[in-house]
């Protein structure tokens, strides 16, 4: 390697290392499921009703109706399954361990469905790939995160 090629290859490599950072930067600033911008929780929001709600709960607190629709089961009986299995269907509110997933598994989990990628292979949800449009799982996302206290880690 010549002298030259490393006195032009140097700066070369620190300006793109340092567009690198900033991109990340900005990125972290501007996550692309923001619970700050509040035209995108809206949108999210409606959409979480329409399509989430059922199991999740309209206030992201997790719900079970829906196990009793689909299993004939009283919704006495499935609350007691409920209570010696823990969560139904998980809250997504901040105490809910949906919390502490990070953004790109919260994509995957809403795109492809907890199956593959939480490993739940008996999952009753399926991914909204070809349903929802990435931009609508994000907007979901930030209306989601708009319920979590910043900071607060839910408990295990
Ligand atoms: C048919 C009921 C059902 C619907 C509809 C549904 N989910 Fe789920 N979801 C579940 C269940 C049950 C789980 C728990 C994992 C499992 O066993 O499948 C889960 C898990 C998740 C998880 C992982 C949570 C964690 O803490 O591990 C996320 C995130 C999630 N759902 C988001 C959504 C979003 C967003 C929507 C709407 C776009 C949605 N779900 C629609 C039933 C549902």
């Not at 030259?4 to 600033?29: D, K, Q, S, Y």
């Not at 010696?84 to 790109?104: E, F, I, N, W, Y």
Request: with cysteine; glycine share 10%.
């Amino acid at each position: 390697m010549s002298r030259r090629f490393l006195f032009l290859a140097f700066p070369l490599l620190a300006a793109v290392a340092a567009v690198g950072a900033a991109w990340t930067l900005m990125a972290r600033e501007h996550p692309p499921g923001d619970p700050a911008d509040e035209e995108q929780v809206a949108v999210g929001g409606a959409l979480y009703g329409w399509n989430c709600a059922r199991c999740h709960g309209e206030d992201l607190g997790g719900e079970l109706g829906w196990v009793a629709e689909e299993t004939n089961l009283s919704d006495e009986q499935v609350r007691d399954v409920a209570e010696r299995l823990g969560d139904v269907a998980p809250a997504h509110d901040d105490k809910g361990q949906t919390s502490r997933l990070d953004d790109a598994t919260l994509f995957r989990v809403i795109d492809e469905g907890p199956a593959t990628v939480l490993d739940k292979p008996n999952s009753r949800m399926s991914g909204f790939h070809g349903h929802l449009s990435d931009g609508e799982i994000w907007a979901i996302i930030a209306f989601m995160k708009s319920h979590w206290v910043e900071g607060e880690t839910p408990p295990d």
